[in-house]
């Protein structure tokens, strides 16, 4: 079954501080791995898009990486913002039918 | 550019009541997807056109749900009778390439 594993299910960190969201999947055969933000009320947005030959990937405060060996990325937020409070789901997209297969999402809390 | 539409936004029923949910997707995107999304969860695909013709409903429960994309542009999701299960974001996503998907705001559904 193919499945993707996001941890931990929700952090709280202050303003300013750095954070590191795990995800570990085991979609086969794969495409690209994406990362969205998904704010309270909202549909998911894109953050970030890996291949499989990309190991690191930034978007301004966000930088992902992607170990295809081991079937692991991460999402990294710097000097975290209030905005950055939102859920962020790591998704993997299958290379023979593009099937979206998500995680549960990590829902990140920034506190002044 | 234009994105995803969909509306109501929010909506509270009872249990045995039926309900629908508009999306008019990015204008020239011929794939349309509606995915449940329960509290805490990844989306889940219900199900996807290309243009007017269903490409994948085999998570639609159909004793309940149904959906239509008469013209290939718009499309309705239904369920009919709701049950407290069904509480749920109901997000519609559309695409031009099939590794691409862009979300609207999506639909919150609440069953009493």
């Known amino acids: 079954k193919n499945q993707v594993e996001q941890s931990p299910q929700s952090l709280i960190i202050l303003e300013g501080k750095n954070c590191t969201l795990q995800c570990n999947y085991t979609v086969s055969p794969f495409s690209n791995l994406r990362w969205y933000k998904q704010d309270t009320g909202r549909g998911p947005v894109s953050l970030t898009i890996?291949?499989?030959?990309?190991n690191t990937k930034s978007n301004g405060r966000y930088t992902a990486t992607l170990d295809a060996d081991t079937k692991q990325s991460s999402l990294h937020i710097t000097a975290s913002q209030l905005s950055d409070s939102a859920s962020y789901i790591c998704?993997?997209?299958?290379?023979?039918?593009?099937?979206?297969?998500f995680g549960a999402g990590t829902t990140v809390t920034v506190r002044a | 550019e234009a994105g995803v539409a969909q509306s109501p936004r929010y909506k509270i029923i009872e249990k045995r009541q039926s309900v629908a949910f508009w999306c008019n997707p990015i204008s020239g995107h011929a794939t349309l997807y509606w995915y449940q999304q329960i509290l805490g969860q990844g989306p889940k695909l219900l199900i996807q056109?290309?243009?007017?013709?269903?490409?994948?409903d085999s998570q639609l429960p159909k004793d309940r749900f149904s959906a239509e994309r008469l013209k290939g542009v718009d499309s309705t999701l239904k369920i009919q009778p709701a049950k407290l299960e069904d509480s749920a974001v109901y997000l519609c996503a559309s695409s031009i390439r099939l590794d691409t998907q862009y979300f609207g705001p999506g639909t919150r559904l609440t069953v009493l």
């Open positions: 998704v993997v997209i299958r290379s023979n039918d593009y099937k979206l297969s």
């Open positions: 056109f290309q243009n007017n013709g269903v490409v994948d």
């Open positions: 890996m291949t499989f030959s990309e």
